[in-house]
């Protein structure tokens, strides 16, 4: 397998949602752990709903919705203002451990990449910039750009277009299951970043690639290219 | 509030997920619980996933890749035959305490009603007979007859039609507050059963009215008719 593009999922394959804490902190204080968790067990299948419903909202409103209802759970007190500013921090994560020197390698290795990420092209933009990773990537593309979430069929789309090839000449690279599962039922191929965890697919598609990181991810293609 | 036509979800409204355990117990004996917890975790946001990626497959076959999924998580064996076969007792499961007596308390208040499920036509009906309810319900709807899972426009649409009235006539009944959230988001009304539970409102969207249970529906919505 030799892709012609590579397109790299954003929030939690590229950069670190644990970078919220500190706006979270500041706005619940001692909640921040339990608000955190609650928040992200709500938005991913939330942005689903939202899709499936047709309803689609930019993620950083999705993000505040869930925000506030993690709050109530725990206890807390979190106002819509307060959750807007926190949604604000998903535009100066941190990039995970691995991903500057991976992307590196893989540029070295002759790769074109994107981002595909189901954030707003304004917060994609600013992500990956504020990260110095602006250089490494021909295509920041953005759920907003499509008005859905993955795993819409248009979002996916977004990346043979950008790269001008076939959907299956595209490797879609997320630590998420459900996202290889979605990019696979559109047609990409894709890979999977374990982090440790053990493989649970989703919907019953097996990823075409594994991978620990994003720093384990050129070797795992240079032997997938050499079978 | 005096809807033309009350719409009832089935799984976990009506019937009872835990009816699954035997089943369970057949095909995995020891992980039974585990799997019943893994699986029931996927099952809805796997739907969402479909319907969002125009992926629709039955809720049978949505709810086997679900039990094969948390069976390897679990680390016990089910193979896909086996899946299928716990997925059968999704038609037999038993109805939960006070539907019998809620839903004929609405009938002498003189409630027209319907179901509307996610899952499949032969599957509700089974449901609805086995547990001797057919005579309650005017309409059994289930999202197989339009290809799309709840909270998809087109399904909540089958509601407003079936009785003949607009959508906001329309009280979707449901356990569950994503789709209580989905039925309002499509303009029908919403009625939340919280079985004891703290309410926790999806992507914002709080119910019209409450009750404990199927049977504290008819009072509360005749103290909701008197205000």
């Known amino acids: 397998m030799r892709p012609t593009g590579i397109a790299f999922d954003a929030f939690g394959t590229l950069f670190d949602l644990a970078g919220l804490g500190p706006w979270l902190e500041r706005a619940v204080g001692g909640y921040r752990d339990e608000v955190l968790a609650g928040f992200s067990a709500r938005l991913v299948p939330w942005t689903w709903h939202a899709t499936a419903a047709r309803r689609y909202r930019p993620f950083p ?10 709050a109530a759970e725990a206890g807390a007190e979190l106002s819509e203002d307060e959750a807007a500013e926190v949604a604000k921090g998903l535009t100066e994560l941190p990039p995970l451990p ?4 991976g992307l590196e390698e893989l540029g070295r290795d002759g790769h074109r990449m994107a981002v595909l990420s189901n954030g707003t092209s304004g917060g994609v933009h600013a992500l990956v910039e504020g990260a110095g990773l602006r250089e490494r990537f021909e295509h920041l593309l953005a759920a907003d ?7 819409a069929p248009e979002v996916y789309a977004m990346a043979g277009r950008a790269f001008d090839c076939a959907a299956r000449d595209v490797l879609l690279v997320s630590a998420h ?3 290889v599962a979605g990019a696979r039922q559109y047609g990409l191929r894709g890979a999977w970043l374990h982090r440790g965890s053990t493989l649970a ?3 019953g598609e097996e990823p075409d690639l594994v991978a620990a990181d994003v720093s384990g991810l050129p070797r795992a293609l240079r032997e997938a290219s050499a079978v």
């Open 61 to 70: 409103e999705i993000a505040a919705l869930a925000l506030r209802s993690a």
């Open 201 to 203: 697919p989703v919907l």
């Open 145 to 151: 750009d499509v008005g859905a979430f993955k795993p």
């Open 98 to 101: 691995g991903v500057a020197e």
């Open 177 to 179: 299951a459900w996202d």
